[in-house]
Nanobody, 126 residues
């Protein structure tokens, strides 16, 4: 089992920045596919960014390319999401998720992920 806990959410004005953290604990394999997803009220959960910790492969949703950066630090079993140039449409609950398989790690599909954190709220005001 893998436990995930997000932190770093909050309220910012448009154009501001936030950094989200996801700390993993429990059984941590040498590499995992970890992703950030978000869900706005009344909308489906959508993929934001993924990283494979074994080779640092990353992929981003088109809506956040050039503004968000996903990274990880193995020694801390932590994945980060640096969010810059935030827009009101980035407002959502942000979730961290993990799966063990490298296969399909490029796909920003929530249903592929087994382990989820409880989420952290990000609110961007105009």
């Amino acid at each position: 089992q893998v436990q995930l806990v997000e932190s770093g959410g909050g309220s910012v004005q448009a154009g501001g920045s936030l950094r989200l953290s996801c700390a993993a604990s429990g059984y941590i394999p040498w590499s995992m596919c970890m992703g950030w997803f978000r869900q706005a009220p009344g909308k489906e959960r959508e993929g934001v960014a993924v990283i494979y910790t074994g080779d640092s492969y990353t992929r981003y949703a088109d809506s956040v390319k050039g503004r968000f950066t996903i990274s990880h630090i193995d020694a801390k079993n932590t994945v980060y999401l640096q969010m810059n140039s935030l827009k009101p449409e980035d407002t959502a609950v942000y979730y961290c998720a993990a799966r063990f398989s490298r296969q399909s790690c490029s796909q920003l599909v929530p249903g592929l992920y087994r382990y989820w954190g409880p989420g952290t709220q990000v609110t961007v005001s105009s």
